[in-house]
């Protein structure tokens, strides 16, 4: 049932607008140049910390689709009278989430990284400061999806929730220090079923 | 007979409201057992505590392998009706007992409310499980599907089943009532 479950949400996320995170994503990393104008030399400097920022807030668009849908229609009551606890169905979501995220977000960093002039062994230190932290972002959207299903105004919501609790990683990741970047992403991945499963319990009332 | 249901002495709060209290019954094998009462009596609320997805405020409730049918489709509605009901278990046979084989490519995005009800009822009818919730079983069904649901019933309580349904209409077959009041 776990593997059909990420199968399906995998399914779902890439048949759906998989690519609307990544347009946006590529939108905020071209608005940089234009904004802080052409010194190359600037941009090498400012530029990882816009590409996490971009990041950041490309993870906040699919928050809607991750859980709602699904509590809405039944689909995690049913889930749980087959057997499967919540805890199992939001690890099963984070990772189909990361799937249908994390890899296409780092194939966008590439031309990210062109528009900032980033390159060279800088390039290969972000996409691995990306590469680590994109199962925590994918963890955290979850979380904050099941925190917030079924209130009025959950996209805002969830935008305030997300944010802050993603800045260790933006601050380890923009500045280069993998491993405690690696380290708050691991907490965040292993914690975050935890709390979208209790959170998704206590909705059911 | 073995129990597929308890409820000893079981009181349920929804929203600051006592729905009901002091509720102890007992469902054995080859048993049906239809709840009754008004609009807002906890019928509904009955069921998902049967369910295990609410929690009683007192009481015990003790329940074997079940499955349960409610106005949540939880199916896919980009996919087929086959594909959808196969992510839950193999639909083939209950699908046929529901009236629904022919269906089994039309997606279900396309199908009617009461297409829909036979499929959570397919759903329900294909888990292999003992005890079966049936939560306002004939909501949206036409006559050919209340006797198909009727059939599937007698079927499943023959071969050691339970069922517990909600409903203020009339059920087909012989069920125990169970009233709750406002």
Do not use: C, Y
Request: hydrophobic letters at 55%; charged letters at 20%; a neutral charge.
């Amino acid at each position: 049932m776990i593997g059909a479950l990420i199968l399906r949400d995998a399914r779902r996320g890439l048949t759906g607008a998989a690519w609307l995170p990544i347009a946006f994503f590529l939108l905020v990393a071209a608005l940089v140049p234009f904004a802080i104008g052409p010194d190359a030399q600037l941009l090498a400097r400012i530029g990882p910390g816009a590409v996490w920022i971009a990041a950041l807030t490309a993870a906040l668009l699919p928050i809607e689709r991750l859980i709602e849908p699904d509590r809405a229609d039944g689909v995690l009551d049913q889930l749980l009278l087959h057997g499967v606890a919540d805890e199992t169905v939001t690890l099963a979501k984070i990772a189909a989430h990361w799937l249908t995220f994390g890899p296409l977000l780092i194939v966008a960093a590439f031309p990210a990284a062109a528009l900032l002039d980033i390159g060279g062994a800088a390039l290969a230190r972000l996409l691995l400061a990306i590469l680590i932290g994109t199962p925590a972002l994918a963890a955290l959207a979850v979380a904050v999806a099941a925190l917030t299903a079924g209130l009025p105004r959950a996209g805002s919501m969830a935008g305030l929730l997300l944010l802050p609790l993603a800045v260790p990683l933006l601050i380890f990741g923009a500045a280069d220090a993998l491993l405690l970047e690696g380290a708050v992403s691991l907490l965040l991945t292993a914690g975050a079923p935890f709390v979208a499963g209790a959170a998704i319990r206590a909705s059911r009332t | 007979m073995k129990v597929l249901l308890r409820f000893e002495d079981v009181a349920l709060r929804r929203g600051g409201r006592l729905l009901f209290e002091g509720l102890s019954f007992e469902l054995r094998e080859g048993e049906r057992l239809q709840v009754t009462g008004p609009n807002g009596s906890g019928k509904s609320s009955l069921l998902r505590l049967a369910a295990g997805l609410l929690r009683a405020e007192r009481g015990r409730v003790e329940r074997s392998s079940l499955a349960l049918s409610d106005d949540a489709v939880a199916l896919d509605s980009e996919l087929e009706l086959g594909r959808a009901l196969q992510f839950w278990s193999a639909p083939e046979k209950a699908m046929e007992a529901l009236g629904l084989a022919h269906l089994g490519l039309v997606p279900v995005r396309l199908l009617s409310s009461g297409q829909l009800k036979r499929a959570t009822l397919a759903r329900v009818a294909a888990s292999g499980a003992s005890l079966w919730l049936l939560d306002e079983p004939l909501n949206a069904l036409d006559a050919d599907g209340a006797m198909k649901l009727g059939g599937v019933v007698e079927r499943h309580l023959e071969a050691g089943g339970a069922v517990l349904a909600a409903s203020h209409q009339k059920l087909g077959g012989e069920w125990r009532k169970l009233e709750l009041g406002l």
